[in-house]
């Protein structure tokens, strides 16, 4: 069983940034894949970034490639989104997601084992 807790969301002007931490329990955090989604008002989960259990690779929306950045601490037990040059349209509640691999985060249907309650980025212009 893994428990995640997202924090650091907020409210930024566009252009600014703001770092998510996502803090799991259990002893499966170190060997899982781990992922960022969000869901903006109206619209559908969407995946943003994930990384695998080492934190040698990363992936990321195309949307997001190059603003935001995911790293994790295994010793910490903590997933991170980086978020910079904040946009307006990145306003969303953000999830935190655990799997068993990389791959079952950035399908067309994600296969999460575990989701956190999200926390809240807005980002006015």
């Known amino acids: 069983q893994v428990q995640l807790v997202e924090s650091g969301g907020g409210l930024v002007q566009a252009g600014g940034s703001l770092r998510l931490s996502c803090a799991a329990s259990g002893r499966t955090f170190s060997s899982s894949a781990m992922g960022w989604f969000r869901q903006a008002p109206g619209k559908e989960r969407e995946f943003v970034a994930a990384?695998?259990?080492?934190?040698?690779?990363?992936y990321y929306a195309d949307s997001v490639k190059g603003r935001f950045t995911i790293s994790r601490d295994n010793a910490k037990n903590t997933v991170y989104l980086q978020m910079n040059s904040l946009k307006p349209e990145d306003t969303a509640v953000y999830y935190c997601a655990a799997a068993s691999a990389t791959s079952h985060l950035r399908g067309s249907t994600p296969r999460v084992d575990y989701w956190g309650k999200g926390t809240l980025v807005t980002v006015s212009s």
């Open positions: 990384i695998t259990w080492t934190g040698g690779t990363t």
